[in-house]
T-cell receptor, first 113, second 115 residues
Framework: GENVEQHPSTLSVQEGDSAVIKCTYS??????FPWYKQELGKGPQLIID?????GEKKDQRIAVTLNKTAKHFSLHITETQPEDSAVYFC????????????FGKGTMLLVSP | EAGVAQSPRYKIIEKRQSVAFWCNPI?????LYWYQQILGQGPKLLIQ????????DSQLPKDRFSAERLKGVDSTLKIQPAKLEDSAVYLC?????????????FGEGSRLTVL
């Protein structure tokens, strides 16, 4: 099955800095890669996703890049704000139909004012 | 639009007891998921329903866990008997489509502590 590795497990930055979280996946057939943000006591919420036919996608301060050859994808957050503090999960989906997401272990991002 | 509703939010039981969790997905969402999230880890899929049929339960410990989705709407997840390692947050999620590439909407979860 699919295996998703995520690094780092914790990341501390100063407000205004950039943050980068990296994930690798094992199944070359995976073709959909979402990122979820989980705040304390809440369920994960989708913040951005990318499909395998696209190398980069941007939404305001958040961007995701995908390198299919190397089987890795990254989340980039620019101009970080204290409200960006949360746990971020990457995930990968193999194929289509009834395929299910495999999540990484998460990265706790702490943004200090 | 109402989100995914789950109850109870918290439950403490002793090992070998039973527990049940309830989920009401977003109206009209065809696919419903139960995930187990152990502290410090990412969500792990337990079971996936499309309407009221099971499409993936390969990671569900069927000797102790069971789930049903009656009439393709609400769902319950039951654990009997519970073990210490079942302590986790049980997340319910739903999605509009069935292809897996759509957004999953998660509830706030049910936190289970097994003593």
């Amino acid at each position: 099955g699919e295996n998703v590795e995520q690094h780092p497990s914790t990341l501390s930055v100063q407000e205004g800095d950039s943050a980068v979280i990296k994930c690798t996946y094992s199944d070359s057939a995976s073709n959909y890669f979402p990122w979820y943000k989980q705040e304390l006591g809440k369920g994960p919420q989708l913040i951005i996703d990318i499909r395998s036919n696209v190398g980069e996608k941007k939404d305001q301060r958040i961007a995701v890049t995908l390198n299919k050859t190397a089987k890795h994808f990254s989340l980039h957050i620019t101009e970080t704000q204290p409200e960006d503090s949360a746990v971020y999960f990457c995930a990968a989906l193999r194929g289509s139909g009834y395929s299910t997401l495999t999540f990484g272990k998460g990265t706790m991002l702490l943004v200090s004012p | 639009e109402a989100g995914v509703a789950q109850s109870p939010r918290y439950k403490i039981i002793e090992k070998r007891q039973s527990v049940a969790f309830w989920c009401n997905p977003i109206s009209g969402h065809a696919t419903l998921y139960w995930y187990q999230q152990i502290l410090g880890q990412g969500p792990k899929l337990l079971i996936q329903f499309q309407n009221n049929g099971v499409v993936d339960d390969s990671q569900l410990p069927k000797d102790r866990f069971s789930a049903e989705r009656l009439k393709g709407v609400d769902s319950t997840l039951k654990i009997q008997p519970a073990k210490l390692e079942d302590s986790a947050v049980y997340l319910c999620a739903s999605s509009l489509g069935t292809g897996g590439t759509g957004e999953l909407f998660f509830g706030e979860g049910s936190r289970l502590t097994v003593l």
